[in-house]
Nanobody
């Protein structure tokens, strides 16, 4: 059973940083494809970053254009956790951030930033950036 619990959100001034955590991801086996999404009320949920680690240990990451160079996604398999380091935050980054996992499969779509490809979701953690 996969249960996702996010933490680390908060209020931060523009230019600041936060580190989001997604814990209790069942067991992050190397076949899991994981990702972070965000959503603002009244708008569709959008992908932020995705990641998987192959059985050989190769890590693959995909970022949305707005996240490149500012955000970093990472996994800790020992702690069964997923992280998102948010840097150079801007007011437009204000949103509820969610972690998500696809059904375990060696052929999961690791690059996907499409919400419909993910099967397990956390409850979200709020990030507010003020100017």
């Amino acid at each position: 059973q996969v249960k996702l619990v996010e933490s680390g959100g908060g209020s931060v001034q523009a230019g600041g940083s936060l580190k989001l955590s997604c814990n209790n991801v069942g067991t992050i086996q190397t076949s899991y494809c994981t990702a972070w999404f965000r959503q603002v009320p009244g708008k569709e949920r959008e992908g932020v970053a995705a990641m998987t680690t192959s059985f050989s240990g190769q890590m693959n990451r995909e970022y949305a254009a707005f996240a490149k160079g500012r955000f970093i996604i990472s996994q800790d398999k020992v702690k069964n956790s997923l992280y998102l380091d948010l840097g150079s935050l801007e007011p437009d980054d204000t949103a509820m951030y969610y972690c998500a996992v696809q059904l375990p499969s060696p052929t999961c779509r690791w690059w996907s930033l499409t919400p419909g490809d993910y099967h397990f979701w956390g409850q979200g953690t709020q990030v507010t950036v003020f100017s």
